[in-house]
């Protein structure tokens, strides 16, 4: 039997009776080619085409990809004819209902999760499959970053706050200590710049003092991750013993089920709608998988353009230091 007849039927796990089957996910080729244009037309047939797409959404991407198993269409034919009403009804049959994880790996969709603590963000990235950034406590002050309070009586809360203004009045001491340290035993190059000295010293104090930023300091990260790693994400975070991590998790799932912000036009307010949306649950999908956003495909060489940077707001940031 052949790699390709092999995957025809395939018997239901939970089903008693093996002779029960469920239907393959066949798609049948049955649509009519475009025409093909004056460039494909002069290009030799057996020419690798390769090229980049741009502006799907990840379920449909992932639905088109998929065809690759079932169907000879070229992407740029499986793209035009695909809607997203279809890719969502294909997840809901394929991936929820019969269990084929491995679809889920060719929908990866990009997050930007900004003002978190550090404690949230080692239990975000704690993933096998995992692909982001996150602030470095080594090249950045944190000492504006602000910090997480979670939800305690109001002695607590003060014993609470009291710790973190010293951990922070610990973490600016050793900083500005190191500094002068290295800025004594180490001689400015007569050939490098004044800001680039102070930087390259700077990164090496915050790298001592860092081990004194408490877990609640925020940072911010990004990442960019396959539906099936996100399933699992959130439905970890979800079961944390924390707050603010059962929190994150909710905040993920809604964001994943509502547009985002694009990289090309600025939203109409001067909050980013990744952000925005978190705060809608009505807006929410039961799959979050399967985002709403609704641009065409495009195939271009060339990259996209830089994202504008989002006003970032500072809550429970530290009194300056005396």
């Known amino acids: 039997m052949t790699d390709a007849s092999a995957h025809r039927l395939h018997l239901m796990p939970q089903a008693s009776n093996l002779g029960m089957l469920y239907p393959c996910w066949d798609m049948p080729d049955t649509q009519t080619a475009p025409a093909p244009t004056a460039a494909s037309a002069n290009a030799a047939p057996s020419e690798t085409d390769v090229y980049a797409i741009q502006g799907a959404d990840p379920e449909v991407l992932a639905y088109a990809m998929a065809k690759y198993s079932r169907s000879s269409l070229s992407m740029r034919e499986s ?11 294909f997840l809901n049959t394929f991936y929820f209902q019969y269990g084929h ?13 900004e003002r978190l603590s550090l404690l949230a963000a080692i239990a975000l990235v704690d993933e096998t499959r995992w692909d982001g950034q996150e602030r470095s406590t080594r090249y950045q002050n944190f000492r504006k970053s602000g910090w997480y309070t979670p939800a305690l009586p109001p002695a607590q809360s003060a014993s609470f706050t009291a710790s973190i203004e010293a951990l922070f009045a610990g973490y600016d001491k050793v900083g500005a200590g190191m500094l002068d340290a290295l800025k004594a035993a180490i001689p400015q190059p007569a050939e490098m710049k004044d800001d680039a000295y102070v930087r390259t010293l700077k990164a090496r104090a915050f790298d001592v003092a860092r081990y004194l930023l408490p877990l609640a300091t925020n940072t911010s990260l990004g990442q960019i991750v396959s539906a099936r790693t996100l399933e699992n994400q959130i439905s970890r975070l979800l079961s944390s013993e924390f707050a603010e991590v059962r929190a994150l998790g909710e905040k993920l799932k ?23 949306s978190t705060t809608n649950a009505a807006a929410a999908s039961p799959n979050p998988c399967c985002a709403r956003s609704r641009p065409r495909p495009r195939w271009s060489s060339t990259p996209r353009p830089a994202s504008s940077p989002s006003p970032r707001a500072q809550s429970s940031a530290p009194p300056p230091p005396s």
């Open 79 to 89: 793209l035009s004819e695909i809607s997203s009403q279809r890719a969502e009804q």
């Open 101 to 113: 994880r491995s679809i889920a790996d060719l929908a990866h969709i990009p997050f930007a999760i």
């Open 254 to 276: 809604i964001a994943a089920a509502t547009p985002g912000t694009s990289s090309t036009t600025p939203p109409a307010s001067s909050a980013p709608r990744s952000v925005r």
